[in-house]
């Protein structure tokens, strides 16, 4: 003979005011949808949410190992591996907006510099972090490769800041 426990209500998900993984945040507008990929960085739309630990000290990174744009002159594809690091402050950036974001670079004709440093000033207009960096490590386009670093202010003091682990470009030897 089986026993059945009958059914218990379950406990709100909601604790201590943040929002959990059952629930999304009204202001995600593509987060668990289908959405096309934007058809310039301008038209793209960073969104973020709130910072489940805005008291913490700590670093957020995305790393996109496959990033690409256009040549503004020549049309020609560049790829690059990017690491960007952040500590938030009051909001984190949705990564599936951030991934949108990245990949409506993808026709978009513009200099190695002013893609890395456009990406970090949107990170910064939507999420207002304490901290950013990001490195842009570009593969060779002329037989030189170009590697473009952008770092808002100084590190928040005590905070531990993992090294981008990109290796110089070496070439084949």
């Known amino acids: 003979m089986t026993t059945v426990r009958p059914k218990t209500p379950k406990k709100s998900r909601k604790k201590q005011g943040r929002t959990t993984s059952k629930q999304k945040p009204a202001s995600l507008t593509q987060l668990g949808l289908s959405v ?31 990033f690409t744009s256009l040549c503004p002159v020549t049309g020609q594809p560049d790829f690059a591996h990017l690491v960007i690091d952040y500590t938030p402050n009051k909001l984190i950036v949705e990564s599936k907006s951030f991934k949108l974001f990245l990949a409506s670079f993808r026709n978009h004709g ?55 682990g990109v290796a110089p470009y070496r070439g084949r030897g």
């Open 36 to 66: 096309e990929t934007p058809a310039s960085p301008e038209k793209a739309r960073l969104e973020t949410a709130e910072n489940p630990h805005p008291g913490a000290l700590y670093v957020a990174r995305f790393t996109a190992p496959e």
């Open 110 to 164: 513009a200099f190695h510099e002013d893609c890395t440093i456009a990406i970090a000033k949107a990170i910064e207009e939507a999420a207002s972090p304490r901290w950013l960096r990001i490195g842009g490590y570009w593969y060779p386009r002329g037989g030189i490769p170009i590697d473009v670093f952008y770092q808002s202010s100084e590190p928040p003091k005590g905070m531990w800041i993992p090294e981008q």
